[in-house]
């Protein structure tokens, strides 16, 4: 049998999306954690329209759904963000998004699929791609409870948004600088409203120390398809090395699985600290993932050609 050549069905509709894709996403709770955390959100109305396109895309072989993609990020250059797919579908996806005539900068998701659409903008261009920051996704095996450091953990309330605000921003800018890369910008912007609602419905924890001085935020997504994704996980700097983050994402972990929930994370491979603790708690990788730069040519991105 030859191999099926794969199909494309967009959508604007997130609600229309969840519908069409629903057997795939329980199928694959947490390969498409970001996907349907993110699409969940955007129905009910909780993540603001950038100035991007935005869409979900639904890849079928044979008419059955290999794979699901989408561009939702209000912020920086909103790159579409891809599960994995084959090459195939990844070069029909990087023509479709030509022929649409949408600008395409940045590619987010697993690999190859991003690298591979981003590539396929590129020749176009006559520019070239270049990794901005390889990421992995873990899932929760069996839990190891870490060493209990001092202090304990608690939900974040409303007095809480100021430090919450400023650590969910200087997440992003340590976790560059550890890298060595410089920090781009938020893919979803963080406002004292938005941040209010994750603490109301109990999506920030704190960890206090024995004086009772905040060290330590671990943030968690709501439950989607049975998986709960843990992020972001910060520490100012001078409170590393205390073992903060793994009893604070091991006390969200057992919670979710109290729950009957699965539990996931990502981490930076460019981070071997991080890497290192939450594989002592007992999370193992699931894909790798990479957010792709396209840096254009002098020339003008036009409808694909012939390779």
């Not at 005539?101 to 270049?130: I, K, M, Y």
């Not at 410089?182 to 406002?191: G, I, N, S």
């Amino acid at each position: 049998m030859s191999a099926a050549r794969p199909t494309l069905e967009f959508f604007d509709d997130p609600a229309a999306f969840l519908v069409a894709a629903d057997g795939f996403l329980a199928a694959h709770p947490v390969l498409v954690t970001v996907v349907s955390t993110v699409t969940e959100r955007c129905a009910r109305g909780e993540i603001a329209r950038g100035p991007a396109p935005r869409w979900w895309v639904i890849v079928r072989e044979h008419d059955e759904v290999v794979a699901v993609g989408m561009r939702t990020a209000p912020g920086g250059e909103s790159p579409p963000y891809l599960t994995a797919m084959s090459d195939d579908a990844a070069l029909a996806l990087a023509g479709a998004l030509a022929s649409r005539g949408e600008s395409v900068t940045q590619v987010n998701g697993a690999l190859p699929a991003c690298l591979v659409v981003a590539q396929e903008t590129a020749r176009w261009s006559g520019g070239t791609v270049r990794i901005i920051e390889h990421t992995r996704l873990h899932r929760l095996d069996e839990l190891r409870e870490p060493p209990r450091p001092g202090g304990r953990c608690r939900a974040a309330t409303p007095e809480d948004v100021a430090t919450c605000l400023d650590w969910w921003e200087a997440f992003e800018v340590d976790a560059a600088a550890q890298a060595g890369r410089p920090a781009h910008a938020a893919l979803e912007p963080q406002d004292a409203d938005l941040m209010l609602a994750r603490i109301e419905r109990g999506g920030v924890l704190l960890w206090e120390d024995d004086q009772g001085e905040v060290v330590h935020l671990t943030a968690a997504n709501r439950p989607s398809y049975g998986v709960v994704r843990v992020g972001p996980v910060y520490t100012p700097a001078e409170q590393r090395g205390r073992g903060y983050a793994s009893a604070a994402v091991a006390e969200v972990a057992a919670a979710a699985r109290r729950a009957g929930h699965d539990v996931c994370l990502f981490t930076d491979q460019a981070n071997p600290v991080s890497n290192r603790i939450y594989a002592a708690i007992g999370f193992v990788p699931v894909v790798d993932m990479a957010h792709v730069e396209i840096v254009r040519g002098p020339g003008r991105l036009t409808t694909p050609g012939p390779a």
